[in-house]
DNA sequence: TCAATAGGTCAAATATGTTGACATAAATCC
DNA sequence: GGATTTATGTCAACATATTTGACCTATTGA
């Protein structure tokens, strides 16, 4: 056994890692609470998380390639195949040939692609709004600086 | 089209959704790279993040039961019977009767469920270390203090 | 004793993902 | 211009995962 009172850095360590682990878990809990209302609402039209992702960043970037896509969600063509073909069949994502370059095609959101995405996104703005507002506007900085520090890693 | 000169809140929502889905996009990100460690380490195995939740929270909490876990995890039985099942055969996690209860069994990690554990949950220690002494200890306070607000929503 | 609780398991249907192959069209290189 | 590379689409086989719903045992508690 190590002698604690020789050892004044045991218990600050146990101490960090317990702060640590609490930060482990606000992650999870917060990622799950974050996706919970598009999920909802998803699997009412049969659909999943993956579809909002295409919705999400086909809408933040019109035209957007089929091979930028798979870079930003980083899965395979084959898995993106079935969700985007889904997505496409109901005439929420158009997928045209780009007049630049024959081989590739532009995504874009439809009017309809664009009302999903708008009430799928919708929730998780209004909760990161009411999130922020209950904050304050110093603690909104420093969680986006924290969590680019994360994101960037 | 709006009066931009007789609007002059227009401008600041439209900055303000910019801001709210760089947010969307930074717990995207970041929760990607936070989980990417641990699920490289347990492909090697054939294992995925399913047991690592479930070997987490046993080890936060030695003698959970599994309705408990059920809980924590929110998912059917039948979605933990398997990757349970296989931690118990694999002999991560012991699965004894409760002295109190006697239908109740306590979930437990055994040494070689203790070193996996730190393994997987080490990556990301190590990585919300790096992150925290990046940003600053006041920068860290204020990013718990929103995921508490965000993790209880 | 009877109902409720905790847990384990099975099976069928559905969904998802992986690997690898192959095809087409278009661009680019030589 | 022919060969190669790039972007995309699709198929099939296999592996994995999840959902629903059922059924069973053991144990507790009213």
Redesign the pocket.
């Known amino acids: 056994m190590i002698d604690q009172k020789n050892n004044p850095t045991a218990d600050t360590d146990a101490d960090r890692e317990a702060q640590l682990r609490e930060a482990i878990e606000l992650l999870f809990f917060s990622y799950r609470a974050f996706t919970r209302g598009p999920d909802q609402i998803l699997a009412k039209r ?3 998380r ?2 909002h992702r295409i919705l999400y960043f086909v809408g933040r970037e019109p035209g957007l ?6 870079n930003v969600l980083e ?11 889904q997505l ?1 069949s109901m005439n929420l994502i158009s ?1 045209d ?11 874009r959101l439809s009017a309809s692609g664009r009302r999903l995405e708008a009430r799928l996104t919708g929730t998780q703005l209004l909760q990161l709004e009411n999130v922020f507002s209950a904050a304050g506007r110093k603690s909104e900085g420093e969680w986006r600086d924290t969590m680019r520090l994360l994101a960037e890693d």
Chains 1, 2 share one sequence.
């Open positions: 049969g659909l999943n993956m579809h390639s089929v091979n930028e896509l798979l899965i395979s063509k084959q898995a993106l195949h079935m969700p985007l073909r496409v997928n040939k780009s007049q630049l370059d024959g081989r590739v095609r532009e995504l």
